[in-house]
């Protein structure tokens, strides 16, 4: 049968004659198998880092330069280029046998921000597609209010895996301020202690009384400060008014006689001396 030649790299090869073409012997003869040759072709295949086929097959001569696709698009990444093993393939060399071009990407990043009630910025930082993002900072805080006191309770919504930017803002369980309101007579002393919250109606107790002294007699006037709705921890002290006291002033003889009209005096001013009283038979001392 007809001999074969082995392709190489390059071509392939077809038996096409001897030369010289063979005739009747007439002395000693070498003839030499001639061959025709094409070029070899080769398949170029597109896939991802799984296997899966992301392009046509390309069957290309030897020598020629392969067709880029077009970018592959993969949710959540970014293509990065076709790669040959490790080195990044480039569509500009003749291709010299079959090659499988493998596609290679980088996940997406998204920007995550974590913000406070007011919008205060508490942290942020980039997060791949498809992770969880965490947040790393100190507890979110909201300062106390006249009605309420503030405890962080989580963020607004759940703390997904990463598909696009997102913005989470803290939420705060709320608990009454509680306010301390006393009422306490003028020397301090307690009269009632009640706890409120803020905007409440104050209780108020029934209007104290004060001592009377020799000098003065008291009644009850006010609370100082005026009592209004709960607005903070309070105390309120009883003001008194005072009325200088009055005494009556007898004057009678040693048997208790009546020697002269009864005066009413206030305290610490003197009393009006009488006429002197006469006796029979004894002088006024």
Excluded: C
């Excluded at 000693?28 to 992301?54: I, M, P, R």
């Excluded at 060399?93 to 910025?121: H, M, P, Q, S």
């Excluded at 997904?160 to 913005?167: F, Q």
């Excluded at 610490?268 to 006796?279: L, N």
């Amino acid at each position: 049968g007809n001999p074969r030649k082995e392709p190489d790299e390059q071509y392939i090869y077809e038996f096409e004659k001897w030369s010289p073409d063979i005739t009747k012997v007439e002395g000693n003869t070498t003839y030499t198998a001639k061959y025709s040759k094409k070029l070899n072709s080769y398949t170029v295949t597109f896939s991802d880092e799984d296997g899966a086929k992301l392009a046509e097959d390309q069957t290309i001569e030897y020598g020629s330069v392969v067709i880029k696709p077009e970018n592959p698009t993969k949710v959540g990444h970014e293509f990065i280029g076709w790669y040959n093993g490790d080195t990044e393939y480039e569509f500009t060399e003749g291709i010299k046998g079959n090659v499988t071009l493998t596609a290679k990407w980088e996940k997406e990043k998204y920007t995550i921000t974590f913000v406070n009630y007011d919008g205060t910025i508490l942290e942020t930082k980039a997060a791949e597609y498809g992770t969880i993002p965490t947040y790393t900072k100190q507890i979110p805080k909201k300062p106390s209010d006249n009605i309420y006191k503030y405890s962080f309770k989580g963020w607004d919504k759940d703390v997904v895996e990463m598909t696009e930017d997102a913005i989470y803002t803290a939420t705060y369980k709320e608990k009454f301020m509680e306010y301390e309101v006393k009422f306490v007579n003028d020397d301090g002393t307690e009269i009632s202690t009640k706890t409120y919250h803020y905007g409440d109606t104050v209780e108020i107790p029934a209007n104290p009384t004060k001592n009377a002294t020799a000098q003065y007699t008291y009644t009850f006037a006010s609370w100082n400060p005026e009592v209004t709705t709960v607005k903070g921890t309070t105390t309120y002290t009883a003001i008194y008014s005072k009325t200088l006291n009055s005494y009556k002033v007898k004057f009678v003889d040693v048997d208790g006689t009546v020697l002269a009209d009864e005066q009413t005096v206030r305290y610490g001013s003197p009393a009006k001396e009488p006429k002197e009283p006469t006796k029979q038979g004894q002088a006024f001392e």
